[in-house]
């Protein structure tokens, strides 16, 4: 396999307009979405206390819970509360979009977008929504233990395509740490491994190829997003795509 084209943090810059930085996933507690919940939760809870309601016989519990919820559920269940707050569940429906999208343009067959965390988690998919794409060429090259440049890029794109939208439409990403690891995975089973600045910089490229196709096809995201957001079927969400994009012929 061909190394990838060099891209530096500048050059990520130059061509996206965005610190690479703001094209990497948050931690928990650390996103602008996540300040503002806590924010909102520290009020209530202040609050709460003002009226003579002591929560510290609480606070112990709840902290435990959430560090179980953390290690063993990938944060399903904190994903599973979070779904239902408007902003974050509107993230969450830009990742997805800009996975199908990306998928879609890219000839890879998508088996389904799954937004319900808890249903995620079943399936393997833990602490957050996820689509489901097949590539029968990576999945072959793989079994026979190679793997092309065509194949690994393809795959690398749609891979961060999530972390393109949010970008995109939000200005920095905040999900996609899922799809970092399954990225990491793959660059495991190359032969031999990529090396950590190896990467890097094939994240770097991924990312800026993946945030400059959709900035192209910028109102076929946005159309995949509303019919997403609908809860159409995968059917109707591609035929959304199709008629955004075909619309100005």
């Not at 939760?41 to 112990?60: E, F, H, K, T, Y």
Request: hydrophobic share 45%; proline share 4%.
């Amino acid at each position: 396999m061909d190394g990838a084209r060099e891209v530096t943090p500048t050059i990520l810059k130059e061509q996206t307009g965005l610190e690479a930085s703001k094209l990497a996933p948050k931690k928990w507690g650390l996103s602008g979405t996540s300040r503002i919940m806590l924010l909102g939760i520290l009020g209530g809870a202040n609050l709460l206390i003002s009226q003579g309601v002591d929560l510290r016989p609480n606070i112990a519990a709840v902290l435990g819970l959430a560090a179980i919820d953390a290690v063993f559920l990938g944060g399903t269940c904190l994903a599973q509360i979070l779904c239902f707050w408007p902003p974050y569940r509107s993230r969450v429906l830009v990742h997805e979009a800009g996975h199908v999208l990306t998928a879609y343009l890219m000839g890879c067959p998508i088996r389904g977008v799954i937004l319900d965390p808890i249903v995620a988690m079943k399936m393997g998919i833990q602490g957050q929504a996820g689509t489901q794409f097949w590539d029968e060429k990576l999945e072959k090259e793989l079994a026979e233990g190679r793997l092309s440049s065509t194949a690994y890029d393809r795959y690398c794109m749609v891979l961060f395509s999530g972390i393109a939208a949010e970008a995109l439409i939000y200005g920095e990403a905040e999900g996609g740490e899922n799809d970092e690891n399954l990225f990491r995975g793959i660059c495991l089973l190359l032969q031999p491994p990529l090396t950590v600045p190896q990467m890097a910089n094939q994240a770097r490229w991924s990312v800026m190829q993946s945030y400059n196709l959709l900035k192209w096809h910028k109102p076929a995201l946005l159309a995949a997003v509303k019919a997403l957001r609908s809860a159409h079927s995968l059917s109707v969400v591609i035929r959304r795509i199709e008629e955004a994009m075909y619309s100005g012929c």
